[in-house]
T-cell receptor
Framework: DTGVSQDPRHKITKRGQNVTFRCDPI?????LYWYRQTLGQGPEFLTY????????KSRLLSDRFSAERPKGSFSTLEIQRTEQGDSAMYLC??????????FGSGTRLTVV | KNEVEQSPQNLTAQEGEFITINCSYS?????LHWLQQHPGGGIVSLFM???GKKKHGRLIATINIQEKHSSLHITASHPRDSAVYIC?????????????FGEGTQLTVNP
């Protein structure tokens, strides 16, 4: 197992376009988290899944954002009608319920 | 006031110096994490602790639950230690719960 992988590493998109990111967690980890990090700030929580169930969503996650984790394996985060304020690093992490975290390398989104 | 506050925001040291980064939090926690982030974004988990002290190589992390305070120490610092160090707390029912992050401390170690 090579850890948590995220794809793509970088994405440049025009304002108004839709984008989708993928996260593949460590296979035996049942929890998967999405965080967003803007320049010079610590990451902020967006949403998390336990297995395939989305258990919590931040109020940061507007109606333009949707996340899925079909079959409790990989997860996707989609942003519709992107805005310049969506430009950030999107981080995925996975964990076991009683154990620590493993982070992915992140997807850096630039909206132009 | 942020739930997790770190100090200092920026720290410059000479190679070999002993370094301390502090973290204070205002919520009840199940665990506290120290993380390292290099340019390019990848985050590496250094420590997860809920009491006492942990040591790994030149890194030491301590936590005082009563005072809601944690410190990360680096002994004999080296330029390769240059990175952003982030304190994060898990306030859910388990140590694998979602995290609230501090803003990070940018450490630069000069040769």
């Amino acid at each position: 197992d090579t850890g948590v992988s995220q794809d793509p590493r970088h994405k440049i998109t025009k304002r108004g376009q839709n984008v989708t990111f993928r996260c593949d967690p460590i296979s035996e980890h049942n929890r998967l988290y999405w965080y967003r990090q803007t320049l010079g700030q610590g990451p902020e929580f967006l949403t998390y899944f336990q297995n395939e169930a989305q258990l919590e969503k931040s109020r940061l996650l507007s109606d333009r954002f949707s996340a899925e984790r079909p079959k409790g394996s990989f997860s996707t985060l989609e942003i519709q009608r992107t805005e310049q304020g969506d430009s950030a690093m999107y981080l995925c992490a996975s964990s076991l319920v009683y154990y620590g975290y493993t982070f992915g390398s992140g997807t850096r989104l630039t909206v132009v | 006031k942020n739930e997790v506050e770190q100090s200092p925001q920026n720290l410059t040291a000479q190679e070999g110096e002993f370094i301390t980064i502090n973290c204070s939090y205002s919520v009840g926690i199940s665990a506290l994490h120290w993380l390292q982030q290099h340019p390019g974004g990848g985050i590496v988990s250094l420590f997860m602790l809920s009491s006492g002290k942990k040591k790994h190589g030149r890194l030491i992390a301590t936590i005082n639950i009563q005072e809601k305070h944690s410190s990360l120490h680096i002994t004999a610092s080296h330029p390769r230690d240059s990175a952003v160090y982030i304190c994060a707390v898990g306030s859910g029912e388990t140590s694998g719960s979602r995290l609230t992050f501090g803003e990070g401390t940018q450490l630069t170690v000069n040769p």
